[in-house]
């Protein structure tokens, strides 16, 4: 590579002498748009050409290679105006009236529309000749003249009800969008480059970048402008993202050193003059470009998906937001002729792989849900129009008179118009509110729990999460280092050594060691405050070493002074391959002189020579490194302690190495000394790995640390709880049982390993990808797997991807790895990760709160509509009524219960997997319980409820009738038992207490608080719109009565067992496999019951002692049915030994849990249970 400071040959020399133009700019923004289009040698060529080199480049933008811009904020804004900002604009958000109209395209409520509109027009129709009895009973009852000419008002509510629903989605949508965009904002304003101005490093928000800045390029970032290379140590580019090549390309200034946005930095460092920003990059213009085509695309995504739309939509913008941020560089992928489909899966929300858990579920239940709705609604017309087809023409034996057409026009119109309401109320559009103020508020409320999260479903995903696979340092440690342990000069130090105990050749060497063979920018800054710590910048390892530099009392600073990094002569930077580094100097005298730090395993075994006690060196053969490895190594490994080889080799001025060859430069090395460097457990992290382990969850640790620390971490943190077999691997012992012969990794062999396998050491990103798409793709559990795994480096990126849940370090973390991240841990700590599985968990209860809620509205509203169509002609509840309660069930109730807070009672629990029915056992009872208590009183009321108030019947009223107090009376007391029945929806496990905790969320007390002051004046002040007759103060109170009862209802169904209710659409898991078949189920089924029980016990901590009488009686059946089965069995049984057998099998199969484990015999149930 050469003396890089000096690689530029005569024509950079010619090119620096040349002036400056004064004035403006030496170049024009069209001219490094040109030149940045340009690869390779023909870009060098042109760049000498026009400018000499890089330098002279730099001199026409007025700007110092080695100090960077000197000006101040009002030049550094002339640089804007004049070759533009580091910003892409981002598509124009929605407006309201576009999201007003969005909300339109629903297909029930235009049905609505149609109706109302048709109903407002033959409202204003009366037949001719003032004669209607020939019409017959159709038109009478409408004695008063007001009350006829009123009959507009029902058709204008609905309409009026319909543009409140609109309003109120296009509402939530509008905020949900803009709250996106402030959380893609956020996202943006924390990204921040390197850069040299006034001649110190600074960091500076991505946006503020101009051309001009000199930027600091180092492993992991991903580029966010256009420039070329001024100086770079073995700099390896990943341009995929622009060339879809996914060869990684090697950058240097005297071969290509053309960098460009968007691109990831996979090995190396350096420096590079910025030359394009924004739209004018190579990334801008390809941005630019798919504007138009991306918006297009955008529409028929809508048209597919109306309710996700919003969510999709601001995903989309984000991404394209604010120059080259996070860049997400998907459509560049199909521009160039990527794959499509992965391109659609990305725009949804990220690089997912299945819907998620919630996502599946939720679509499967909404569209049986319809279906059903659909059915109903049908059946109700039918029968309305044949029951009065009937019953005018054929028992009156009435004519068709031509001018009653419209009179019965108007009546088809109502009876069509309250099977659309039956569809409206059936059909639950209000669940993927729900889902996104659910997915939102969490979001939201997990930000202060320092998890930034990316794409939405990962949020309710974490919350399934079956297994962590995490990193140990930083996450599970302080990433704090400090070097505790040295072995120098023959002598194990077990503190930091004083500087007198080292021979000053050794001393010399081995701070020139550590201060050369480092980042620059890795450096140990004073503490902000008096009395903290110093803070470490950088590489945290190397911190670690440069503390033990200043604790032996010398100063990195002067040593690096002496040697600027422009003068270092060849870098092997340290990789997940390498596990070392190595840096090349020119010694004065001539020659050159290599510094290798790196593993220690790996290192030792590539010296041969080792420092002794006098600073001289000494050979160093298999059994001095065997020594070394047993009394040095090990016991620091055991400690915890991470350890590293430091060491160096001369080598003579010719003839020079051949420096591409790095197995032979960096081999036949001197060690100087070996380091044990402490990284200490966060004290929170054991207490979140108990919590995991409480909830179901395995913690795994994945690390490139040595086995014995690995080892020695997990032990401290509880991953590796004692008593029990645990597999500790490292990477090589791991590939060796998972691979076949060929090399190729085999499931079955993986399966054998991964269950067992708490530590995965000295791992590389390969094995860490490999270990999450087999446990994922793994098939031995009951349930599909869902793993989340964290990781820092520009190499994790594919497991990152390849995991239901990437988390990525917001301080540790490459650009590359949190791009690939679907949450971003802010401040690093796995206690966060716990906090996010809280949350998670939250959100699919919120989802299954609202669910009981609504479920239990729609059976009842549902009922009531049909059955009162068939029996009355007439639905107790009215088309508006109706629209009324979908609101409250829809959007208010969503934002009441999909705001209830997290508690630590949700880790107390086995993750629900992808297999369990979203409507649990005691949900589908409590579902069906209220359900029964609403319609009893219901139609208690409608057909005795005339007498009991002594009031007029509502029953059979005629067209245009006024409203009656009859049924204004079941009206209210249907709301009022929703209102009860929303504070019972609290509480999905059968716990008693449903206040529990109320007061933490005033959302939903100020809900369901409004929805009782506005249902009061619906009632009283309605009048003819809402179909509503002004009520006393008893009738209120009645009212009420039978609300609060719902409340007392809600305690007898805590009673109730919910073990042998069927859920209907339960999916059946792979248990299926070693079922019983047939009626041979009855014990095998009895066994399970009880199993689930105890897993609903399990879910049920809290309420454990509440409900121990209840349990008992549950397991005093089953154990009744079992027993009967076991004497069934020795019954049929042809012999003795058979009858053992039987018996035997039918006790292993209890003992198993009655799932149908793998190997319990088909026979194994009493097959003639009474």
Not at 171 to 194: M, P, Y
Not at 610 to 624: H, M, Q, T, V, Y
Request: hydrophobic share 40%; with cysteine.
């Amino acid at each position: 590579m050469g003396d890089l400071a000096n690689s530029t040959g005569d024509a950079g020399a010619r090119g620096r002498r040349e002036p400056c133009p004064g004035g403006g700019f030496g170049c024009t923004l069209p001219e490094l748009r040109a030149l940045m289009e340009l690869r390779g040698a023909e870009a060098l060529l042109k760049v000498q050409e026009a400018y000499g080199d890089v330098h002279g480049l730099c001199c026409r933008l007025k700007t110092s290679p080695t100090e960077g811009l000197a000006e101040g904020a009002a030049e550094l804004e002339r640089r804007r105006q004049v070759f533009g900002q580091n910003w892409i604009p981002p598509k124009r958000p929605k407006t309201f009236a576009e999201l007003v109209w969005e909300a339109l395209q629903d297909v029930t409520l235009i049905i609505l529309e149609v109706a109302a509109v048709v109903s407002l027009g033959l409202s204003f129709y009366a037949p001719p000749g003032g004669d209607t009895e020939a019409c017959g009973h159709v038109s009478g009852g409408a004695e008063d003249e007001g009350e006829a000419e009123a009959g507009w008002i029902e058709g204008a509510a609905i309409l009026l009800s319909v543009a409140c629903v609109v309003l109120v989605t296009a509402f939530n949508d509008w905020s949900k969008e803009r709250q996106f965009r402030g959380l893609q904002s956020r996202i943006e304003q924390e990204q921040r480059f390197a850069v040299v101005r006034h001649g110190r490093q600074l960091q500076v928000p991505v946006a503020e970048l101009v051309v001009g800045d000199v930027a600091q390029v180092k492993y992991g970032d991903l580029l966010p402008a256009d420039g070329i290379l001024i100086q770079g140590n073995d700099l390896k580019i990943d341009e995929s993202a622009l060339t879809g090549e996914s060869d990684h390309v090697r950058k240097s200034v005297d071969k290509d050193p053309m960098l460009l946005s968007g691109t990831h930095v996979m090995e190396g460092s350096g420096k590079m003059v910025v030359t394009a920003v924004g739209v004018n990059s190579q990334t801008g213009i390809i941005f630019t470009l798919l504007g138009a085509g991306g918006e297009e695309e955008e529409k028929k995504e809508k048209k597919g998906k109306p309710q996700d739309g919003a969510v999709e939509n601001i995903q989309n913008k984000a991404k394209k937001q604010d120059g080259a941020v996070a860049m997400e560089m998907q459509p560049l992928k199909s521009a160039e002729g990527g794959d499509v489909d992965e391109r659609e899966r990305k725009r949804s929300g990220g690089p997912k792989k299945e819907k998620s858990v919630l996502q599946g579920k939720l679509t499967k239940l909404a569209v049986q849900i319809g279906k059903a709705g659909l059915v109903m609604s049908a059946v109700t017309v039918i029968i309305l129009v044949l029951y009065f087809v009937i019953e005018t023409f054929v028992v009156e034996g009435r004519a068709w008179l031509a001018e009653c057409t419209p009179v019965y026009v108007q009546y088809w119109v109502k009876f069509f118009i309250i099977g659309v309401t039956v569809l409206v109320v059936a059909v639950p559009e209000g669940l993927p509110l729900a889902v996104t103020i659910s997915l939102a508020y969490s979001v939201k409320k997990m930000m202060r729990d320092n998890n930034l999260v990316r794409h939405l479903d990962a949020c309710e995903t974490m919350g399934n999460a079956t297994a962590i696979c995490s990193d140990k340092t930083g996450t599970l440690t302080t990433n704090r280092m400090t070097v505790v342990q040295a072995f120098v000069g023959d002598t194990h130090f077990r503190a930091p050594p004083d500087p007198a105990s080292i021979a000053p050749r050794t001393l010399d060497l081995l701070v020139q060691a550590i201060s050369i063979n480092s980042a620059y920018t890795t450096k140990i800054l004073p503490p902000e405050s008096a009395g903290g710590l110093p803070r470490q910048v950088g590489n945290k390892t190397e911190c670690a070493l440069l503390g033990l530099v200043l604790a032996l009392r010398r100063d990195y600073e002067a040593v690096r002074a002496q040697v600027p990094e422009e003068q270092l002569y060849k870098v092997y930077t340290f990789n997940s391959v390498r596990k070392s580094m190595s840096t090349v100097t020119r010694l004065p005298a001539g020659g050159f002189r290599l510094y290798s730090k790196g593993a220690s395993e790996i290192l030792l075994r590539k010296c041969c020579a080792i420092l002794g006690g006098s600073g001289e060196a000494r050979a160093f053969g298999p059994r001095d490194r065997e020594d070394v490895v047993r009394k040095v190594v090990e016991p620091m490994a055991a400690a915890g302690l991470r350890t590293l080889v430091l060491a160096f080799r001369d080598f003579p001025p010719v003839p020079e190495p051949p420096w591409e060859d790095e197995a032979a430069v960096v081999g036949e090395l001197t060690c100087i000394a070996v380091v044990g460097i402490e990284d200490p457990v966060r004290p929170e992290v054991p207490e979140a790995i108990r919590k995991c382990q409480r909830a179901g969850i395995t913690v795994r640790m994945v690390t490139g640390d040595n086995l014995n620390t690995a080892r020695a971490i997990a032990a401290k943190c509880g991953i590796l709880p004692p008593g029990e077999d645990w597999l500790c691997l490292e990477g090589k012992e791991f590939n060796r049982r998972i691979r076949n012969e060929k090399g190729e990794v085999e499931q079955e062999r993986l399966d054998k390993v991964w269950p067992k396998l708490r530590v995965l050491a000295r791992s590389s990103p390969t094995d860490k990808h490999t270990l999450v798409k087999g446990i994922i793709d793994s098939t031995i559990g009951d349930q599909r797997q869902v793993v989340a795994v964290t990781g820092d480096g520009t190499n994790d990126g594919p497991a990152l991807k390849k995991a239901d849940v990437g988390f990525a370090m917001g301080i540790a973390g490459t650009d590359v790895a949190k791009e690939a991240s679907d949450i971003i841990l802010t401040d690093d700590n796995f206690s966060s990760i716990v906090k996010a599985v809280m949350w998670g968990r939250n959100v699919y209860d919120s989802i299954s709160k609202f669910l009981q809620f609504q479920l239990t509205v729609n059976v009842v509203a549902v009922v009531v509509a049909f059955t009162g169509a068939c029996i009355t002609q007439d639905s107790p509840l009215k088309a508006v009524q109706m629209l009324w309660v979908n609101l409250i069930m829809d959007t208010f109730a969503s934002l009441a219960l999909a705001t209830e807070p997290p508690t630590e009672a949700l880790l107390l629990r086995k993750p629900y997997g992808r297999n369990k029915p979203l409507i649990s056992r005691t949900m589908m009872k409590n579902i069906l319980g209220h359900a029964a208590y609403q319609l009893v009183i219901i139609f208690t009321l409608l057909f005795v409820g005339e007498v009991f108030f002594d009031i007029d019947s509502g029953r059979n009223a005629p067209l245009h009738s006024p409203p009656s107090e009859h049924y204004t009376i079941i009206f209210n007391t249907f709301v009022m038992m929703q209102l009860f029945n929303e504070i019972n929806a609290r509480k999905i496990h059968g716990e008693r207490n449903v206040f529990d905790g109320i007061f933490a969320n005033p959302i939903f007390c100020s809900i369901v608080l409004g929805t009782f002051a506005i249902q009061i004046v619906i009632v009283q002040f309605g009048g003819k719109p809402f179909s509503c007759s002004p009520l006393s103060a008893e009738q209120w109170l009645w009212c009420l009565f039978v609300g609060v009862g719902e409340l007392v209802w809600g305690q007898v169904m805590a009673w109730v067992p919910g073990g042998r209710l069927r859920c209907p659409g339960a999916v059946a898991g792979p248990a299926g496999a070693g079922a019983p078949a047939g009626g041979a189920a009855a014990a095998a089924a009895a066994a399970a019951d009880e199993d689930e029980d105890e897993d609903e016990e399990e879910i049920d901590l809290a309420e454990r002692e509440l409900r121990r009488g209840q349990v008992l009686w549950v397991r005093g059946l089953n154990r009744i049915q079992t027993q009967m089965a076991v004497v069934g069995t020795f019954k049929r049984s042809g012999s003795f030994q058979g009858a053992a057998r039987r018996r035997s099998s039918v006790l292993s199969h209890l003992q198993e849990g009655g799932t149908g484990a793998p190997g319990t015999p088909a026979h194994a149930g009493g097959e003639g249970l009474p």
